[in-house]
């Protein structure tokens, strides 16, 4: 059955869907068949894909096959290992957002290259070829950086701190740690997190992912941890190569030894504004 939809050419019905959002295309795909066809349409999709998409795509540690933009988009809508597997790319399927995860090794962790206080192992449910345990410290500290450049302009990020307890761990429900995040050098967010749930100070649950003051690990889909980091705003146009966001986790203060954190990586992506 037509539709007075199905009047308009299909190239003015692609130039609209290209100004609407990925989930909002495949939804008025459902109006007309025309409109249908032009969803399909490589016009669409590559709007859709980031700018330096070609840049991403040569930075794959697999190459992707794809037969249409719409495929490729779709592909690169589930994580993709780059830069020789030390980070993983991943654009939000509903709004093509992009994000990263940063792998340990890619990050800044204290004494990680001595053997008495951090090994680095590979286990069979991490993206990663290497995962980062924590044996033994009473000085813990955790940095991550990368250019806003590579990220989505206009945006709210949150950022998260992938981990595991081993069942080994020990010293890490005694005092919380601190987070914060920094842009161009300056501190646009702190607050701290705890990685066990034993700490005394953190009995009164408030909402998920937070007890007290304090954020504490929620599980995610993949079978890893996370605690939420901080947010921060992604301003710009995508262009400022020389803007960086650093993201800092660490207990200093407590002079306790402790063990048995599994550290995967950092991710920074989107926050959905509810």
């Known amino acids: 059955m037509t539709t007075p939809m199905d009047s308009l050419p299909e190239h003015c019905v692609a130039a609209i869907l290209a100004l609407a959002s990925p989930e909002d295309a495949c939804r008025l795909a459902l109006m007309s068949r025309t409109f249908r066809s032009a969803a399909q349409s490589d016009v669409v999709w590559d709007g859709f894909l980031p700018p330096d998409c070609n840049t991403v795509l040569a930075r794959l540690v697999r190459p ?31 709004s093509g957002k992009i994000s990263y995860v940063l792998s340990a090794r890619e990050l800044s962790i204290a004494w990680s290259n001595e053997p008495m206080y951090w090994t680095w192992k590979s ?18 500290e955790i940095q991550g950086q990368m250019p ?11 950022a998260y701190l992938i981990m595991k307890i081993s069942h080994r761990a020990y010293g890490l429900d ?5 987070s914060s995040i920094e842009l161009q050098n300056e501190v646009v967010c702190t607050g701290t997190a705890v990685l066990q749930q034993g700490h005394r100070e953190s009995r009164n649950r408030r909402r998920p ?38 993201v800092s986790f660490k207990e200093v203060k407590g ?3 402790k063990g048995g954190l599994v550290i995967e990586g950092i991710e920074v992506r989107p926050k959905r504004i509810v």
């Not at 286990?123 to 813990?140: K, Y």
């Not at 806003?148 to 949150?158: F, H, R």
């Not at 005694?174 to 601190?178: A, E, F, I, R």
């Not at 939420?228 to 190569?241: A, D, I, R, T, V």
């Open 255 to 257: 002079y306790q030894l």
């Open 174 to 178: 005694v005092m919380p740690s601190q």
């Open 64 to 94: 992707l096959k794809f037969g249409s933009k719409k495929e490729l988009y779709l592909s690169l809508c589930q994580p993709q290992l780059i830069d020789s597997g030390r980070k993983s790319f991943m654009l939000e399927r509903s």
């Open 148 to 158: 806003t450049a590579m990220l989505s302009p206009d945006t709210l990020y949150g």
């Open 209 to 246: 992912g937070v007890e007290g003051e304090a954020k504490v690990p929620m599980e995610r889909e993949d079978g890893w941890m996370e605690v939420e980091l901080g947010e921060f705003f992604n301003g710009g146009g995508g262009g400022h190569n020389h803007e960086v966001v650093k």
């Open 123 to 140: 286990v069979p449910d991490s993206r990663f070829q290497e995962v980062a345990e924590l044996r033994t410290t009473d000085w813990l």
